[in-house]
């Protein structure tokens, strides 16, 4: 967890936050093979952020938007009774972080957003949290 704190400097975005970084995603890759077999359920990775072009040197931006959560996608459900049988794909938005991690403001009011908006929303910290967040034994 003291490696949560450490930073290392990228030429074209200054200091970036290594540990935390490696941490989430191995986490993320954990959940994800957690989940993986799951035949309702799909979520992918939505890496945010920016790189410069190589031709340009101008910034593109990549991902969702910003604050929009690590992994996305969707978990089938039955709806209400004068739809019985019929299925449809709920949103997914899961947060990862480590266990010190804090969600930015753009962050929460993404998963704000979302789940007022019936997705399914929550901050995963391990593979136990994720199954919790969809409501999977």
């Given at each position: 967890i003291a490696l949560c704190h450490r930073f290392v400097l990228y030429p074209c975005k200054g200091l970036y936050n290594w540990s935390v970084?490696?941490?989430?995603?191995?986490?993320?890759?954990?959940?994800?093979?957690?989940?993986g077999k799951i035949p309702t359920l799909r979520l992918?990775?939505?890496?945010?952020?920016?790189?410069?072009?190589?031709?340009?040197?101008?910034?593109?931006?990549?991902?969702?938007?910003?604050?929009?959560?690590?992994?996305?996608?969707?978990?089938?459900?039955?709806?209400?009774?004068?739809?019985?049988?019929q299925e449809i794909a709920q949103f997914v938005s899961i947060e990862v972080k480590c266990p010190k991690g804090r969600l930015t403001p753009q962050q929460n009011n993404w998963l704000n957003?979302?789940?007022?908006?019936?997705?399914?929303?929550?901050?995963?910290?391990?593979?136990?949290?994720?199954f919790n967040i969809l409501s999977l034994s």
């Open positions: 970084s490696n941490n989430e995603t191995k986490l993320q890759q954990e959940i994800r093979l957690a989940i992918f990775r939505n890496q945010v952020g920016q790189l410069p072009d190589p031709r340009t040197g101008r910034y593109v931006q990549f991902g969702l938007a910003k604050g929009s959560s690590d992994l996305i996608g969707f978990k089938k459900i039955k709806i209400t009774e004068d739809m019985i049988g957003f979302i789940s007022k908006s019936g997705g399914i929303t929550g901050v995963a910290r391990s593979i136990k949290d994720v």
